[in-house]
């Protein structure tokens, strides 16, 4: 059996500094222009980076972490944009499939279509997304997040009681700071739940690696005209906080299927 390698990736410095802490024995390397630190948690070998945002950037990162250190699982964890009406700040959605929604090579193929794949969506793996769906559910019931970030700061967010969903992310180049972004790809993808820049393109990448993948985003901001102002104060006081009681939720669900 092959010893277990998990990579984990953030789009922002907050989202991974709190994990960056979790491991033991870190040790940093530089390879292009970003800073890969490997260490344990839970005894499980984990290399840890801060990938910067967009498609681009995140398949750069998840390539060095393929190629240069064997992973043989990826976590993305970061924040997102809500499309869905029904979703709040705070609440976390793991995507089972995920979309890049500005792929677009019409007429030589259908919309989303990612090219010479003939596959519109990637799926995640049934057992990472039952980890996954079985860490959230136990946070949420153990109240960790309000002991985490603090319940004065979640208030101020209107974080009550968050709720967790699994279903579909879209993926694009592109910040959604308006209704008419979001409307557009509600009507073009009206099965969307949430709106990032790099969860599908490191989806692509793990498949064609064959190599298991998980992502995960908390909801910032509402994919609209008060986006710009609701996602950077969200990323100073909460999201950090989300990135490791997720990550340390997942990690006990590895220790306790091993035990």
Request: proline share 4%; net charge negative; aromatic share 8%.
């Amino acid at each position: 059996m092959t010893k277990p390698i998990i990579g984990i990736m953030g789009a922002m410095p907050q989202e991974i500094s709190g994990v960056i802490e979790l491991l033991d024995n870190p040790v940093s390397t530089t390879i292009g222009s970003r800073t890969y630190t490997t260490g344990t948690i839970n005894s499980i070998d984990t290399v840890v980076v801060f990938s910067r945002w967009g498609k681009v950037s995140a398949t750069a990162t998840v390539s060095a972490l393929i190629h240069h250190f064997n992973i043989t699982e990826l976590i993305f964890t970061g924040v997102a944009g809500a499309i869905n009406h029904q979703l709040n700040i705070g609440d976390i959605v793991i995507g089972q499939k995920l979309i890049q929604h500005d792929m677009d090579a019409r007429p030589l193929m259908k919309q989303f279509e990612i090219p010479l794949l003939s596959k519109t969506y990637i799926e995640t793996n049934p057992d990472q997304l039952t980890i996954a769906q079985k860490a959230i559910e136990r946070l949420l019931q153990n109240d960790t997040i309000s002991n985490a970030v603090g319940r004065e700061v979640l208030n101020s967010f209107n974080i009550i009681a968050p709720k967790f969903y699994t279903g579909e992310i879209a993926s694009g180049d592109r910040f959604f700071a308006n209704n008419d972004q979001k409307d557009n790809l509600l009507a073009a993808l009206p099965d969307v739940l949430c709106v990032e820049m790099e969860g599908a393109a490191v989806a692509q990448v793990c498949y064609e690696y064959d190599i298991p993948f998980t992502v995960i985003r908390t909801i910032s901001d509402s994919a609209n005209d008060t986006s710009h102002i609701d996602f950077p104060v969200f990323i100073k006081k909460v999201s950090s906080q989300y990135s490791v009681v997720i990550i340390q939720a997942i990690y006990n669900i590895y220790t306790d299927t091993q035990d």
